[in-house]
């Protein structure tokens, strides 16, 4: 099983950026559909951003569009999560996860559809 690693995760303003990252041990990434969630005090864990295992199928939550960027680095074994334009609503603990699916297309959204988890990164957005 592939074990993960966020990085990258700290307080910034406003209209800042960040880039987050995920390094994976024990399996390639390249073998595993990907997401990065977050959750916020008192709220469930959302999706924010998905890759399909071949990588050419991204999905994003309403909120992020135009803002965030998935992408993986297979050499590296390393997600990543762009994040421009933040906002203090993006403020939480974000994740990677991996999960495994028959087809190098299918996205997936849901928290129950992925078995690996890393242990999350706090991104504050001050206003």
């Known amino acids: 099983q592939v074990q993960l690693v966020e990085s990258g995760g700290g307080l910034v303003q406003a209209g800042g950026s960040l880039r987050l990252s995920c390094a994976a041990s024990g399996r390639a990434l390249s073998l595993y559909a990907m997401g990065w969630f977050r959750q916020a005090p008192g709220k469930e864990r959302e999706v924010v951003a998905a890759?399909?295992?071949?990588?050419?199928?991204?999905y994003y939550v309403d909120s992020v569009k135009g803002r965030f960027t998935i992408s993986r680095d297979n050499p590296k074994n390393t997600l990543y999560l762009q994040m421009n334009s933040l906002k203090p609503d993006d403020t939480a603990v974000y994740y990677c996860?991996?999960?495994?699916?028959?087809?190098?297309?299918?996205?997936?959204?849901?928290?129950?559809?992925?078995?690996?988890w890393g242990q999350g990164t706090q991104v504050t957005v001050s206003s």
């Open positions: 996860a991996a999960g495994t699916t028959l087809s190098r297309s299918v996205l997936l959204t849901t928290t129950r559809q992925y078995k690996s």
């Open positions: 890759l399909s295992w071949s990588g050419g199928y991204t």
